[in-house]
T-cell receptor, first 113, second 109 residues
Framework: DVKVTQSSRYLVKRTGEKVFLECVQD?????MFWYRQDPGLGLRLIYF???????EKGDIPEGYSVSREKKERFSLILESASTNQTSMYLC????????????FGDGTRLSIL | QQPVQSPQAVILREGEDAVINCSSS?????VHWYRQKHGEAPVFLMI?????EQKGHEKISASFNEKKQQSSLYLTASQLSYSGTYFC??????????FGSGTRLLVRP
């Protein structure tokens, strides 16, 4: 069965810290995505990657970076965490191609104090 | 630009029908539908491609009118298990999937 695993379900960090959110998929998917989910705003795309070491900006990349050194792992990095980055972060993966379903992880609820 | 979903929320009794709409200001290649139950990951329901085809998943079906840049999700004879938040995602010439803000559906016994 398809599995996307996010390293933490809940995370609390302090303003200014560098934060790493990790995502691993076991389906050999080429595409991986990072979204943030906020009430009333739905899912907003931060970054995505269609291959190892490749990345593309989504709609809200400011304040974030990503790393994809291996096919199965996609990391989201908050360079200097701020309180407005408190949110639910969802990782997803899919096969290559435009119209492939995305498989989501359970999410990481990140609080920045 | 995010697609607009309507209604924002709907409450049904078991067995009733509902329609959720999704509209975009841009020409679309496809529309994707997902459902997210409280505290869980979003789950894929279906994809509709250009051509106006209608697809189904259990008693949930959807249509895509590419000329109007709209899609509708039809929930027939709703069950308690249908409760959750439904998201449409639209793909345009940017080749990014952009999600709407969601429609919260509650089915009561």
């Amino acid at each position: 069965d398809v599995k996307v695993t996010q390293s933490s379900r809940y995370l609390v960090k302090r303003t200014g810290e560098k934060v790493f959110l990790e995502c691993v998929q076991d389906m050999d998917h080429e595409n991986m995505f990072w979204y943030r989910q906020d009430p009333g705003l739905g899912l907003r795309l931060i970054y995505f990657s269609y291959d190892v070491k490749m990345k593309e900006k989504g709609d809200i990349p400011e304040g974030y970076s990503v790393s994809r050194e291996k096919k199965e792992r996609f990391s989201l990095i908050l360079e200097s965490a701020s309180t407005n980055q408190t949110s639910m972060y969802l990782c997803a993966s899919s096969l290559t191609g435009l119209n492939q379903p995305q498989h989501f992880g359970d999410g990481t609820r990140l609080s920045i104090l | 630009q995010q697609p607009v979903q309507s209604p924002q929320a709907v409450i049904l009794r078991e067995g009733e029908d509902a329609v959720i709409n999704c509209s975009s200001s841009k020409a679309l290649y496809s529309v994707h539908w997902y459902r997210q139950k409280h505290g869980e990951a979003p789950v894929f329901l279906m994809i509709l491609l250009k051509g106006g085809e209608q697809k189904g998943h259990e008693k949930i079906s959807a249509s895509f009118n590419e000329k109007k840049q709209q899609s509708s999700l039809y929930l027939t004879a709703s069950q308690l298990s249908y409760s959750g938040t439904y998201f449409c995602g639209t793909m345009d010439s940017s080749y990014k999937l952009i999600f709407g803000s969601g429609t919260r559906l509650l089915v009561r016994p």
